[in-house]
């Protein structure tokens, strides 16, 4: 793996936990704030409040999963859960009809989503035999 290859995973890669565990973190303490996966932001978009702690878990989880060395399966299933909340959010976020402003936190998530998996080096890979 080239070095500007490795640079450009653990960037994306580190950026998106950040971004899981500090949206997690308001999530699993429902912490009132406007921003994206908060409380406010949910509602707006007509979900139960309920479902905030179980997607904080399941993003730390994530997070846990995507940074730990080795086991290459667990990752892809973090990579796939990650990418199904994310476009869920996209989803719900365009029929309620809100402003990019409001979409943007989703298509960053998607783009580090997308490089950090595509750039993973190969012992994080998993690969399968028939």
Do not use: C
């Not at 793996?1 to 960037?11: F, P, Q, V």
Request: charged residues 15%; hydrophobic residues 50%.
């Amino acid at each position: 793996m080239k070095k500007r290859d490795k640079i450009i995973y653990w960037i994306a890669t580190v950026w998106l936990s950040l971004g899981l565990v500090s949206t997690a973190i308001i999530q699993i303490f429902g912490i009132k704030t406007e921003g994206a996966g908060g409380v406010q932001n949910v509602d707006h978009l007509g979900y139960p409040d309920y479902i905030l702690p179980l997607l904080g878990i399941w993003k730390i989880l994530a997070v846990v999963a995507l940074l730990s060395p080795k086991r290459p399966l667990l990752k892809e299933w973090a990579y796939a859960g990650i990418f199904f909340t994310v476009t869920g959010a996209l989803y719900s976020h365009i029929v309620v009809g809100d402003s990019f402003g409001l979409i943007a936190p989703a298509l960053l998530y998607l783009v580090l989503i997308a490089v950090s998996w595509y750039f993973r080096p190969s012992e994080k890979k998993f690969l399968y035999n028939h």
